[in-house]
């Protein structure tokens, strides 16, 4: 948001160097930018920083075309980043208020005349507030006989050093009051309202109005609306009507000065899709308590403007008074708070500058009530069931708001650092952590590269390779970035093959990389953590010799893998899967045939290599840890022995492996796999598997009787079961 | 045995002729190109039984002069051994010398290297961060990336149909859920499934609206919570201090200034000295000589009423970082989509 600093000026001392000009109205202005100038400006930014309001550029509004702006003519400016929860601080009269408290100055308000008013409860007369929820206060101030032309120079500038255009005396003055004291105004062609008569009323469903951007805009309940007897002329808050606007012949009109909830005048914005300067103050919370003031500074800006006359008395019709909210400050807990030593004296100058009004209510203590303005940040505390209040009494701040208020200007530099009195450590545990933790480094390990990739992938990703856990269809995002990240991903494989074919198109003759990451089921399902792996081509260069991947590559990874974790081994068995290459795809299965994976030859990828994939369910491995223990090694070498079987080509070494297990022999410690030969002597349909088998008496030498008579045994009920005759060498 | 010929038929040599005889073999071990012709040439001369030396000596009771030509013949032997072992000590150093350059090794060649991998700089930063907190007595909590409004919002104290959600860039699910925005909504499941005193990281995935040169719609957080009876600013202070002066370098200056979240009473940003010019002011910093590192606060009372806590009792603070900014900056990573498309040529050069 901008401000004027010449305009702030009008409110606050801001000491020597902005060569300020003021006129007979006492109103400031900046003539030429001097470097004096902008270390001020900057000066005053940080100041407005240090409190929590802030800037964030040094705009200069120059005037009257390059000639004189080259000259250095212009107005200094800030860009301040209000916060949300400070609507108060949306204009200049606010935030010359936090300056005042920030370079210890006074505020000095404008003057404004006391022009009389009615009060009324809203049910009747010229203003009928029916949603006193919506619209609890509404002033109604006529101004008649006035001229609508241009603004003098000084308005013009006002509204153009914060980039505002001027548009006639009328307009410019609701928009200066709106810029100074943060309350938006609107003025209404009095000659169009049939017995000068407001109604703030919901809209009706279907009801029609035309805005002032010209603009027909269908209404309905959820919006707050002005109306004259019959019809809805405006929209509460966010934007007036076309037929009841100020135009060159507009001689009397009425100026509303209302206070409208936040949460109806945001739904109405939102709805209507019409965000506006007064709805931006007004879903933020308006100053219930400024409404009459503003009016009659509009009136008398008017008045000298325009030449009106000011109506007496207006309507101040309020149908509903906010809940005043108290506060109580002790100084002993305030230092407790914030471990800051804050004196009295600063204690009393913060609050007593923003308006909080401290009155001393004993030793160390202060008490008073929460300024209007700012009652969107005070909400009140809770009622505790202990302590019942009486109804109509004032709600209790929450006394580390106002600890924020002190804190604010003393400053976090008084806070002397300390660290929690807490010994010991935190009783929280997640295993799942742990296990991420792990599965990371041992893919490191393994010469893989981790990636991070968006959660989100297009519908068509998650048809084209396998997804474990489907709960129904994917989980949609209602506003997504684009089709391209249209759904929440169930698997991590498509982004890993995107990304091998992105280092493919960069020329790397291979790729290795992995992702740890949730996947989205669907539904209500839980989400479930996942590492899946890609691998296509050599690891390394010629030079370090390293074999292309292949499947069992590939797999042998998750072996490894898996042989880190308290988890597995798990069975692969062959499936056939979407896009995985037809006789290379399988899924892991952990006891109970539950899934808990996949691998195979991604069938369609855009990569100058064979690219293989798998992915593996973490959520699903942390349930049954594995016992990790040790077997002592015996103490005498180990005799090895090779067994070579030709069997059919269709015999799975997991049936081959179990049967080899289901033979039981106290000698043997263990078998692998030594090679696997097809080719000449072994018939066609069959392959030659051999198998190094592993015997160990333990505690005493074995002979080669015993290693040949167990080698032998088993060979025989190897071929009975499953051995296919040799053919005799040619 | 052409040199033997001449004295052969068992007439005694001349000790003039057992003088060349020495020369001769002298000329001939030295002639000896291997170790099987120096094995010849001294069973010619030396062998044990029909050595050249054997055949002479047995001539001495035979000489004319027995003393001069034992002399003579003594002289003969001595050169003849000296010759045979000089000779021998010459071929061994010639093998060890051939064995050598034989296993000879360019040992500037590179090495033969097994692959390696890497882990993302994000993980990286994480582990840094999980490491310092843990020796603070801090534990690991993580929650869900599909949130409900009330766990994101609500209970964090964002009123429904307020501006301070339109800072969050929501993206919204079909179903009414959402992505988190941040990872605050962890801490108010902590605080509801635990009680204090509670000392925990929240790290995580976070996503916004969002997508644009300085901005990713998914990026990192990590969130710090603690809460108990009589926690002060002071300790968020100090907490923070401990924590960005290990993270970043040791003389790192840590500033506080106010600011809003819902969810936080007071709040503030947090600043740290410019890690490139060290706070003298340079384009990084925009000449400030300070960088915006997280948002913190004292967690605000509504949000411990929420979860049940009694603000009158418990107090706490927390804060949230971005990991992303600061894997950024610690590699000299310039584009934060460079650490989401998975260019092994740039993820393999990040080393912890
Ligand atoms: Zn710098």
């Known amino acids: 948001m901008r401000f004027s600093l010449s305009w702030l000026a009008d409110y606050v001392d801001l000491g020597e160097g902005l060569e300020l000009e003021t006129d007979p109205a006492g109103r400031h202005s900046t003539r030429r930018i001097t470097e004096a100038a902008q270390r001020k400006a900057s000066q005053i930014g940080e100041k407005l920083t240090s409190v929590g309001l802030a800037v964030e550029g040094y705009p200069v509004q120059t005037f009257d075309g390059g000639g004189r702006a080259a000259s250095g003519a212009g107005e200094p400016g800030l860009e301040v980043e209000v916060t949300s929860n400070r609507p108060d601080c949306m204009c200049h009269l606010g935030l010359a208020r936090e ?160 206070h409208f909830d936040q949460r109806r005048i945001r739904i109405a914005a939102k709805r209507l899709g019409l965000h506006t300067d007064a709805s931006h103050r007004f879903e933020r919370g308006a100053d219930f308590g400024v409404c009459d003031e503003a009016s009659r500074r509009c009136a008398a800006l008017l008045a000298e403007l325009a030449g009106g006359v000011v109506e007496e008395p207006a309507v101040d019709a309020v149908a509903r008074r906010p809940r005043p909210v108290a506060w109580r400050l002790a100084g002993a807990d305030l230092a407790r708070f914030t471990g800051a030593d804050v004196d009295a004296s600063s204690i009393e100058r913060v609050l007593s500058g923003l308006g909080f009004a401290p009155r001393a209510a004993g030793d160390g203590l202060w008490e008073g009530e929460v300024p209007p303005w700012r009652a969107a940040d005070f909400e009140p505390r809770r009622p505790r069931p202990a302590t019942a209040a009486p109804a109509g009494a004032p709600g ?102 995107a990304a091998a074919e992105f280092n493919a198109r960069h020329g790397a003759p291979g790729v290795r990389l992995f992702e740890v990451g949730r996947l989205f089921p ?66 892991w299965l952990a006891p109970g045939n539950l899934v808990v994976g996949w691998f195979g030859r991604v069938a369609s990828a855009d990569v100058p290599f064979e690219l293989f994939a798998g992915e593996l369910l973490l959520s699903r491995l942390a349930v049954e840890p594995r016992p990790r223990r040790v077997v002592a090694p015996s103490r005498l070498p180990s005799v090895r022995a090779d067994l070579t079987l030709t069997h059919p080509l269709d015999l799975a070494w997991s049936v081959l492996a179990a049967a080899i297990d289901a033979a039981p022999d106290p000698r043997r410690v263990g078998f692998r796999i030594k090679d696997r030969y097809r080719g000449e002597g072994v018939p066609a349909g069959a392959v030659a598997t051999t198998i190094t088998f592993e015997y160990n008496a333990g505690e005493r030498s074995l002979t080669q009787d015993e290693v040949n008579e167990s080698q032998s045994r088993l060979a025989a009920e190897l071929e009975r079961r499953f051995g296919v005759a040799r053919e005799e060498p040619r | 045995m052409s040199g033997a010929g001449t004295t052969s038929g068992g007439a005694v040599p001349t000790p003039e002729e057992l003088e060349r005889l020495a020369g001769e073999a002298e000329a001939a071990i030295a002639a000896a190109g291997d170790r099987a012709a120096w094995e010849a040439v001294r069973v ?95 534990s690991v909590a993580e929650g869900p990336e599909v949130e409900e409004d009330r766990f994101n919002f609500g209970l964090l104290n964002f009123p429904d149909d307020h501006p301070a959600r339109d800072a969050q860039d929501t993206l919204f699910l079909e179903d009414g859920r959402l992505l988190r925005t941040h990872t605050s909504p962890v801490q108010v499941r902590t605080l509801l499934a635990r009680r204090p005193p509670i ?24 969130e710090g919570l603690c809460v108990a009876e009589g926690i002060t600013v002071g300790d968020l202070k100090g907490t923070l201090e401990a924590f960005l002066t290990r993270l970043f370098a040791s003389d790192t200056k840590v500033r506080l200034r106010p600011s809003y979240f819902p969810f936080t009473e007071p709040s503030c940003e947090v600043d740290i000295s410019c890690q490139l010019c060290h706070g003298t002011g340079c384009p990084t910093c925009s000449g400030t000589g300070w960088m915006e590192i997280l948002g913190a606060g004292m967690v605000d009372p509504r949000v411990l009423e929420n979860c049940d806590l009694d603000p009158d009792r418990y107090s706490g603070f927390a804060f949230g970082l971005g990991l992303d900014r600061v894997a950024m900056n610690k590699w000299g990573i310039p584009n934060i989509r460079s650490l989401f498309e998975s260019d092994e040529r740039l993820l393999r050069q990040v080393r912890g």
């Open chain 2, 199 to 222: 000392r925990v990281i929240c790290p995580g995935r976070v996503y916004r609206n969002d997508n644009d040169l300085r901005h990713s719609p998914m990026f990192h957080q990590v």
């Open chain 1, 522 to 587: 669907g539904g209500a399902a839980e989400e479930i953590e996942a590492v899946a792996a890609v691998a296509g081509g050599p690891a390394g260069g010629p030079w370090d010799g390293p074999a292309p991947c292949d499947l069992l590559g590939l797999k042998g990874i998750f072996d490894a893998l898996l042989a880190e974790l308290p988890a597995g081994p798990f069975e692969a068995r062959a499936s056939e899967l979407p896009g995985v290459t037809p006789g290379t795809g399988a899924q």
């Open chain 1, 99 to 258: 300056l005042a408290v920030a370079l210890e100055s006074t505020l000095r308000p404008p003057s404004i005349p006391l022009y009389g008013s009615l009060s009324s409860d809203g049910s009747s007369g010229a203003v009928v507030l029916e949603d006193p929820e919506g619209c609890p206060r509404y002033v109604a101030r006529v101004i008649r006989g006035l001229k609508v032309g241009p603004s003098p120079e000084w308005l013009r500038r006002r509204l153009e050093s914060i980039g505002q255009r001027s548009i006639n005396n009328v307009v410019d003055a609701t928009n200066f009051v709106l810029w100074e004291m943060g309350q938006p105004l609107h003025a209404f062609d009095l000659g169009t309202l049939p017995g000068g008569e407001v109604r703030v009323r919901r809209a009706r469903a279907g009801e029609r109005l035309v805005t002032l951007d010209g603009k027909e805009r269908e209404l309905d309940p959820e919006v707050l609306v002005i109306a004259d007897r019959e019809r809805a002329i405006a929209i509460a808050g966010v934007m007036g009507g076309l037929a009841t606007e100020v135009t060159a012949a507009t001689t009397d009109l009425l100026l509303e000065s209302a």
């Open chain 1, 396 to 497: 209790e701040a929450y006394p580390q708001d106002l600890y924020e208020e002190v804190l604010r200007h003393v400053g976090f530099a008084r806070v002397a650092p300390t660290l929690p009195g807490l010994g010991g450590v935190d009783a929280g545990v997640n295993p799942g952590h742990a296990l991420r933790g792990r599965v990371q480094r041992a893919l490191a390990g393994l010469g893989f590269a981790e990636g991070i990739h968006y959660a989100f992938h297009d519908q068509a990703a998650d048809d084209r390779l396998p997804v474990v856990v489907r709960a129904g269809a994917p989980l949609a995002l209602a506003n997504p970035l684009s089709e391209r990240y249209a759904i929440l991903r169930r698997s991590l494989v498509p982004n890993l093959v």
């Open chain 2, 44 to 138: 010619h001369w030396a062998g044990a039984r029909q050595g050249r030396l054997r055949e002479l000596q047995a001539l001495i009771p035979r000489a004319a002069d027995r003393k001069m030509f034992g002399q003579a013949f003594n002289r003969l032997k001595s050169r003849v051994e000296a010759a045979l072992e000089a000779r021998d000590a010459e071929l061994a150093r010639a093998e060890i010398a051939a064995r050598a350059s034989e296993a000879r090794v360019d040992v500037t060649l590179p090495g033969r290297r097994p692959p390696t991998g890497s882990l993302h700089p994000v993980t990286l930063v994480l582990a840094e961060i999980e490491e310092i907190f843990r020796g603070l007595g801090y």
